[in-house]
């Protein structure tokens, strides 16, 4: 049973965001609702993507939507990749804070789709990088992760505030 999700996204500095996510073993209605709130929480948040840990769920379930509708893929693994392209990246976990990352330009990831079966998703530009991020997610990596520690200074205090609000 997955427990009914929170109204808030959980923060940079909460420890459930460091952890890996365990494999769904069994697609059912609790998963499919999970993927519903997330998505109704996402648009709320106007996000591009979501990944469960970020709403406390430490199950392999993410989902993006870049404008071409809701994608949702269940235990999701990148299985060819190409390219690379930098571009500012944000994260609803990391509000008001955009790092430059550098991720593959082309992807193709497999998953379940929301009724349990098994698809490939070939994704170009912004979805390959959204697909990436919330894989990232999957595994305790946030966005932080992925730049060099001098490029974290100047916004330490940023995260540090973030942090202290998580902490309380």
């Known amino acids: 049973m997955v427990p009914i999700i929170p109204v808030a996204i959980r923060l ?8 890996k996510s365990r494999e769904v073993k069994e697609m059912n209605g609790d998963i499919q609702k999970l993927i519903d709130d997330m998505a109704k929480l996402m648009h709320k948040n106007k996000g591009l993507g979501l990944a469960a840990p970020q709403v406390g769920i430490l199950k392999r379930v993410i989902i993006a939507d870049v404008g071409e509708g809701l994608v ?3 235990n999701p693994k990148i299985l060819w990749r190409q390219g690379k392209d930098v571009m ?3 994260c609803l976990s990391i509000p008001e804070i ?13 998953g379940l789709n929301r009724e349990g ?5 070939g994704a170009v530009g912004l979805l390959a990088r959204v697909l990436q991020h919330e894989i990232d997610h999957l595994d305790g990596i946030l966005i932080v ?3 060099p520690k001098k490029r974290i200074k100047p916004i330490k205090k940023q995260l540090d505030q973030i942090k202290a609000t998580v902490q309380k």
């Not at 940079?12 to 952890?19: C, M, N, P, S």
């Open 88 to 90: 500012s990246e944000g």
């Open 145 to 147: 992760d992925r730049v």
């Open 98 to 110: 955009s790092l430059e990352i550098e991720r593959s330009k082309e992807v193709i990831v497999e």
């Open 117 to 121: 079966e098994k698809i490939q998703l």
């Open 72 to 74: 949702s893929l269940v």
């Open 12 to 19: 940079y500095g909460d420890k459930v965001l460091r952890r």
